[in-house]
């Protein structure tokens, strides 16, 4: 564990610089949604309200978080063609479902933003934040505060 933690800075360092660039097709992707959702599970959904905290914000759209087994049972039904839906897929036991709720908001019409680790056989979406392998949930959100960046500079 010690080298991972000594690799870590360098490591987000140089994801965050590339983000930078990409961060703003993103925004432009989502920038005319009526509303947002943010999915995530486990100790992700925690990183789904900071980061629909950080768009609802930023972006002056709409945004809610949540846990996906809650979104899949209920809000998902009343999904529409003026959607977007971001998905946190982390490599863990419910990664496949997350993918087949993207699916599935992609298919209802939505504009899915799907962050997974680097070389995940993710589905289709429309837009896919692929995330260094190692970095922990717990710094995860780091991506969201440069879409966040990103959608203020757009609006000023």
Not at 94 to 115: C, D, E, H, P, S
Not at 133 to 154: F, N, Q, T, V, W
Request: glycine share 10%; charged share 15%; aromatic share 8%.
């Amino acid at each position: 564990y010690k080298d991972a933690l000594i690799a870590l800075p360098e490591q987000v360092g140089t994801f965050m610089a590339a983000f930078e660039t990409e961060a703003p097709k993103v925004v432009d992707l989502l920038s005319d949604r009526r509303f947002q959702l943010i999915v995530g599970f486990g100790p992700n959904w925690g990183n789904a309200g900071e980061a629909a905290m950080a768009f609802n914000q930023s972006s002056g759209i709409p945004t809610l978080r949540y846990e996906m087994e809650n979104y899949i049972h209920g809000p998902i039904q009343g999904l529409t063609t003026d959607a977007g839906v971001i998905g946190i897929a982390p490599t863990a036991a419910l990664q496949n479902r997350m993918f087949g709720m993207m699916a599935a908001a992609r298919t209802i019409g939505a504009k899915t933003v799907l962050m997974a680790p680097k070389g995940t056989q993710a589905p289709a979406v429309d837009y896919l934040v692929e995330l260094p392998a190692g970095i922990p949930d717990l710094i995860s959100p780091i991506p969201y505060m440069e879409i966040g960046r990103a959608s203020c500079r757009e609006r000023v």
